[in-house]
Structure formats: structure tokens, C-alpha cells
């Protein structure tokens, strides 16, 4: 089965990108969007093994869910049929190489998160450096925490497959292989974005997803929380993380906002988040007053 692909621009608008994409979770790729990192130059092989050659990272198999403990030097020089075998997901910038943060730029479109308002002991951090050799591969999955996240290559290529919005269970949908050229089960349509050295995407929250480098590839993931998936998880968050005062917090900051582009922005978000949140509930509330009626007409 072929894979559509996912929609792909060079210097979209801000606007463009929050109407189109970020605020109906639909993925995007846009083409050269982090050329300007410091990073894109800086961080090659040499610089990573001379500065964190000694650094301990943990690498996931490739095939099982086995994690190892190791040396990044090691991991960068490891023998050809070793290579494909082990992946570094999660080298955490800010605890482990806080300096990196430097050689990087939140991407246009992308500065709003509203994870500062979660208590600092309970808020994730979740920003991310992968490095994979060529043939490296990750499970299908949705973000943590309702998140969405932007990923940027620096080095290398990664093709990142999205399950299309449907009714797959989540159970059929962790259990897939969308990499194996003769897939088992049920097929379901996706897409994929094909990601070059500089391009950026936007992963949506709650879109089931996978990657897989066919290169040696180094890329940054980082997730965030914003108006639209704020809304897309509304009880999770009014749960777990106190939605209410994300959106009062914000909406006390749209006051003291006087940049025009910064106002107009935000007020997406809010809009966005508010909306959503009161359609749910409207729908909620239909749904309760139908079980009603049908508990009257028992005669109770
Ligand atoms: O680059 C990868 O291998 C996976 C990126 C991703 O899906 C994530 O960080 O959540
Ligand atoms: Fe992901």
C-alpha cells in the first residue's frame, strides 16, 4: 500500500501555518525552516564525540523493547552490522547538555507553550536530541501528555509515517509494524514526510506516528502544549495540569500584551483552546441530557 505524503512548504506565514496545520493537527513539513540553526554547522560526528564522547546515554533496540546503557563515542563508532540495531531517543538537552540550547532557535510559529504554567515539579521536559545510524527505527506512537512537537533534522534524513485520523484501535495501532515491507492485519491509509537536513515538521498531538532513519541522521524533537492541542485534550489536562489556570494565566498575559503580531497570535490560540473546549462541552452536555430522557422514559 502507498503512503500519501504529508503537506510541505517553504516559508509558509506564521497565520497560514496556525490556520492550516497547527490548529486543525494536521502534520506539515516546512522545507529549510531550521537552515539557520547554529546547530545545523556545528554539531557534526567530531564535534559530538570530542566534546561528549564521555557522556552516558541510553540506547533503545531497534527491534524489542530492550534499552542498554552506554558511551556516546561508542555508540557513534560502533561496527557496521551493529549500527542499525540501536537508536538514541532520548539524550535530554536540558538536563544533560544544557549548553546545546544555545545552538538552537525556537522555529517561527512555535513559541508559544503553555507547559510553563504546570507546577515546575510536575512539568516534563521534553526536548530532545536523536541520534540514529542508518536503518534505526521507532515504534508507532502518540506523544506524552497530549502533546504536540516540532522535530528538526540536522544531519541526515528521517522518514516520519502518520496513521491517518480513523478508528483503528489503539491496541491494532501499537502493535503495527509500518515499516515492514510486508505488512500483517488490517491495513490503515498514511502519510509520510520525507525529512531532509534542515526541514522541519510539525507532529500534531494524538496522531499515531513512527520514524525511521535511512541515513545516519541527528534531529531535535521537542513537545509542547498550546491552544490547539490544549483543547483537542481538554480533560487530561483539566485533570492532570490544572487547565483552567493555563487558560486564566494567558488570558491575563493577552492584556499586558501590547506587540500587535504577538496579540493577534495568542488570541488564535486562546480562541482556539476556548472554542474547542466549549464545543466539548456542549457535546457532553447533549449526550448526558439524551441519557436522561431515556432514564425518564424507564419511568424513574
Ligand atoms: O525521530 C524519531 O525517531 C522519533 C521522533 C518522535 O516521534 C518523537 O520525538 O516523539
Ligand atoms: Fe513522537
Request: proline share 4%; with cysteine; hydrophobic share 40%.
Amino acid at each position: 500500500m502507498t503512503s500519501a505524503a504529508v503537506d510541505e512548504h517553504r516559508g509558509l506565514g506564521e497565520y497560514e501555518l496556525f490556520e492550516r496545520y497547527v490548529g486543525t493537527s494536521t502534520p506539515v513539513i516546512l522545507r529549510g525552516a531550521i537552515d539557520h540553526w547554529p546547530a545545523r554547522r556545528k554539531w557534526t560526528r567530531t564535534f559530538l564525540r570530542e566534546r561528549y564522547g564521555d557522556a552516558e546515554i541510553e540506547l533503545s533496540s531497534t527491534e524489542t523493547a530492550e534499552r542498554t546503557v552506554g558511551r556516546l563515542r561508542d555508540y557513534l563508532a560502533l561496527p557496521e552490522r551493529e549500527r542499525a540495531k540501536w537508536y538514541l531517543c532520548d539524550w535530554n538537552v536540558r538536563q544533560q547538555c544544557a549548553e546545546l540550547l544555545d545552538d538552537i532557535v525556537t522555529p517561527d510559529g512555535f513559541e508559544i507553550d503553555w507547559m510553563r504554567h504546570v507546577p515546575r515539579e510536575e512539568r516534563p521536559d521534553m526536548l530532545w536530541i536523536y541520534i540514529g545510524h542508518a536503518g534505526t527505527r521507532g515504534p508507532l506512537h502518540v506523544d506524552n501528555y497530549g502533546t504536540s512537537a516540532w522535530l528538526g533534522v540536522l544531519r541526515g534524513e528521517k522518514l516520519v509515517r502518520f496513521v491517518e485520523p480513523g478508528d483503528t484501535p489503539a491496541d491494532e495501532l501499537q502493535a503495527a509494524d509500518v515499516f515492514a515491507t510486508r505488512r500483517r492485519g488490517r491495513a490503515f491509509p498514511m502519510r509520510d514526510a520525507h525529512l531532509r537536513a534542515g526541514d522541519l515538521l510539525f507532529v500534531p498531538a494524538g496522531c499515531w506516528h513512527a520514524a525511521m532513519n535511512p541515513t545516519y541522521c541527528l534531529s531535535v524533537t521537542a513537545n509542547f502544549l498550546d491552544g490547539a492541542n490544549l483543547s483537542a485534550n481538554r480533560s487530561f489536562w483539566l485533570q492532570r495540569w490544572h487547565g483552567r489556570s493555563i487558560l486564566a494565566g494567558e488570558i491575563d498575559r493577552l492584556a499586558r500584551t501590547r506587540n500587535a503580531a504577538a496579540r493577534a497570535r495568542l488570541a488564535r490560540h486562546l480562541s482556539r483552546a476556548v472554542d474547542g473546549w466549549q464545543a466539548e462541552l456542549a457535546a457532553e452536555q447533549e449526550a448526558l441530557e439524551e441519557l436522561a430522557a431515556r432514564l425518564r422514559s424507564h419511568g424513574s
